[in-house]
């Protein structure tokens, strides 16, 4: 849990190329100033590749921040 | 591992720092690319741009609003105008066909459908063409991923697979008639990453990204490829290791007849179908070279084997000994007068393409890893050797370099080098820029670095301008001798004010250097000169990396020297017009036809 958010930190530094990034479970796009339409694809593609995982449909739009979205990717590799 | 190479994960991720460390290099040449999108564009623009600054470009890019393609092109080409772009790419896909048929179309209506869809793209590129003058990219269109007719739905004339097939054709043959449109072969990109792992209905509902990632970059790298081919830094010559490159095993160890090749074994046919792909290379102007650490005489013996493809003969330049690759490789390069910048070197051996990579700036080595039969889809896939035209030039490349290697064996009996001109029996068509030649000057302009005094690149548009303008004194040269046609090899350009020419551009393909090809194009020059009143040409010489070699052209042609600038060192050169008399001894000069 821990290491996943500490995995996505890196992936969010490497493409908002910000080294000074710190990610919370309650960062969000309100909280993260670069994070328009076009770098949230970017890092929802980033994150597909690297977890092996797919979101559906819809199941982005339900996410509130990164918090939500590590329980939705945990969700996705537990049932791998 | 060059940057195309890099897993895609990797690079979607690092994007921000590998474009900082690429933006840091000398030398990139600036590049301005519009962008007409049906869909939304800004994954394959950072794709495009790294892949872009990978071969040495600085792009800017305008990308059109969302799915303003059309009506940037048509309705508002100003504003595309305004950008001042070196290339319009117009990035379609089979979401943005308006005019399908409906699937009870008969085959008698079935025409006027595609011809509705083709005249909504010629409107586009006739706009274009018009309001911005530049190279357009445009793409074709992938099939459909779910052609509801199934097998029928290429035949059918309500398919819409036929639909596409149908105006796929037609979209090349536009492009056969006009110069300015090149197509991008988006159907058997498609067909290459397979149609599933190409449109992903989530990201086109999610972003209406039109493709996958792995789509995205596909086709980025086939528009740098594009732009690469454009600006003439396409690769020339395919450098080839022996054993267990163009052959299996050892040759100095097993013997000439123990080589695996020929169609006894799978192996044995997998190096034949290697042999087969480098020769069909070479019979489109690719040059092959060998460079093994080998025996001379048992190497050569390799290609005596009577199943072995490649004959002595196919290669340009044949390196067989023990010295390091490199230093072979930089052999290679000054014998054929290109730079290694231009070579792409196959080599199963990691250690040797690690240290070619390493010690040789600019050439390009893919990792083919050691299966002889991945070897030709990896070098494939590298998009090296793109080409914007199929012309006679390409197809007898091959053999001009093998004359020229055989002139060069001649030229070592003569008692002196004028003996040795005189020899070859030049002659020379020297005449005023016409329609015939046009794209073939422009061409010129753009992939001439050495012998290219100031490196200006012309589009084909900027070319018929200086024609038209009527102040330009613009000429070409085609050299022929006893032993086959050179083809279009020099080109000089120079605009006139008042008594003065100066000049714009002086060329000259490095194919046949020393030859007095530039006394001769001096000659046709001055002589033009004369005509319309000119005292004085100026001559221009602007440094790059690469001219080096033409740094005292103007003084070697009797011009006097004017100015140095400091900072850049480039020099202006001065000729006095009318005492000048004729130079040119050893090559016959034909009539003019045009002037």
């Given amino acids: 849990m821990d290491n996943l958010l500490a995995e996505l930190q890196e992936i969010f530094r490497d493409i908002f190329d910000d080294d000074s990034l710190v990610l919370t479970r309650e960062s969000s796009a309100a909280t993260i100033d670069d994070w328009d339409s076009l770098t949230h694809t970017n890092l929802v593609t980033a994150i597909e590749k690297r977890y092996k995982v797919r979101f559906a449909l819809g199941e982005l739009q339900e996410l509130k921040n990164v918090g939500d979205m590590i329980d939705l990717i945990q969700k996705k590799l537990a049932a791998k | ?595």
């Fill in chain 2, 1 to 595: 591992m060059t940057i195309a190479e890099y897993p895609l994960e990797r690079l979607l991720i690092k994007r921000k720092s590998i474009r900082k460390q690429l933006l840091e290099r000398e030398n990139l040449k600036v590049i301005r690319i519009a962008v007409l999108g049906g869909s939304t564009t800004n994954e394959l623009v950072d794709l495009l741009e790294i892949l872009l600054l990978d071969s040495g470009f600085r792009p800017t890019f305008f990308q059109s609003e969302y799915g303003r393609y059309y009506e940037d092109a048509v309705l508002e080409p100003e504003i595309v105008a305004d950008f001042k772009p070196d290339l319009v790419y117009i990035h379609t896909g089979i979401q943005n066909v308006q005019s399908f048929q409906p699937v009870a179309c008969t085959e008698a209506d079935f025409p006027s459908f595609v011809a509705a869809e083709l005249s909504r793209f010629k409107a586009m590129w006739t706009s274009l063409a018009a309001a911005v003058g530049c190279q357009i990219i445009q793409n074709n269109f992938e099939l459909p991923a779910y052609p509801t007719l199934g097998n029928l739905d290429s035949v059918s004339p309500g398919g819409q697979s036929r639909f596409i097939l149908e105006l796929n054709r037609q979209f090349a043959v536009e492009a056969a008639s006009n110069p300015r449109l090149i197509i991008q072969d988006l159907c058997a990109i498609s067909g290459q990453l397979g149609l599933s792992n190409w449109f992903d209905p989530e990201r086109w509902f999610s972003y209406k990204h039109a493709n996958t990632v792995e789509g995205s970059f596909a086709i980025a790298s086939s528009v740098a490829s594009i732009v690469r081919a454009l600006y003439g830094r396409s690769r020339k010559v395919l450098v080839l290791d022996l054993d267990n490159t163009l052959w299996g095993g050892v040759i100095g160890d097993d013997g000439a007849d123990k080589i695996v090749i020929g169609k006894e074994t799978p192996v044995a046919e997998a190096y034949t179908a290697f042999q087969e792909y480098c020769l069909s290379l070479r019979e489109r102007g690719i040059l092959l070279a060998v460079c093994s650490k080998n025996n001379e005489e048992i190497a050569k013996q390799g290609f005596e084997h009577p199943d072995s493809i490649l004959k002595l003969e196919h290669f340009s330049a044949f390196k067989a000994n023990w010295d390091p690759k490199h230093e072979n490789i930089l052999t290679i390069a000054r014998e054929l007068n290109l730079g290694p910048d231009s070579f792409v070197f196959v080599d199963d051996n990691p250690a040797e393409r690690s240290i070619v990579e390493s010690q040789i700036a600019g050439i390009a080595v893919p990792d083919v890893g050691n299966e002889v039969a991945k070897y030709a889809s990896i070098v494939d896939a590298g998009r090296y050797f793109e080409l914007i035209t199929l012309g006679k030039e390409d197809l007898s490349r091959a053999k001009l370099y093998e004359e020229n290697a055989e002139r060069a064996k001649l030229e070592q009996k003569f008692a002196n080098y004028g003996e040795y001109l005189d020899s070859l029996e030049m002659s020379a068509e020297i005449d005023a820029f016409n329609s015939t030649y046009m794209e073939r000057i422009a061409q010129l302009t753009n992939k001439t670095n050495q012998f290219n005094l100031t490196t200006r690149r012309y589009t084909l548009a900027e070319i018929e301008s200086t024609v038209t303008d009527g102040n330009h004194i613009g000429l070409y040269g085609k050299l022929t001798d006893r032993f086959g046609d050179n083809g279009l090899i020099s080109v000089v350009l120079g605009h006139q004010t008042a008594d003065t020419l100066h000049m714009d551009l002086w060329l000259m393909s490095c194919r046949v250097l020393k030859r007095d090809m530039e006394v001769a194009m001096l000659d046709g020059l001055v002589a033009r000169a004369k005509d319309r009143g000119i005292r004085t040409i100026l001559g221009y010489y602007i440094p790059t990396p690469k001219n080096g070699m033409v740094q005292d052209h103007y003084e070697k042609l009797g011009f006097t020297l004017v100015t140095t600038e400091e900072a850049t060192t480039s020099t202006v050169w001065s000729l006095d017009v009318p005492s000048y008399q004729p130079r040119t001894r050893h090559i016959r000069i034909l009539e003019p036809v045009h002037g």
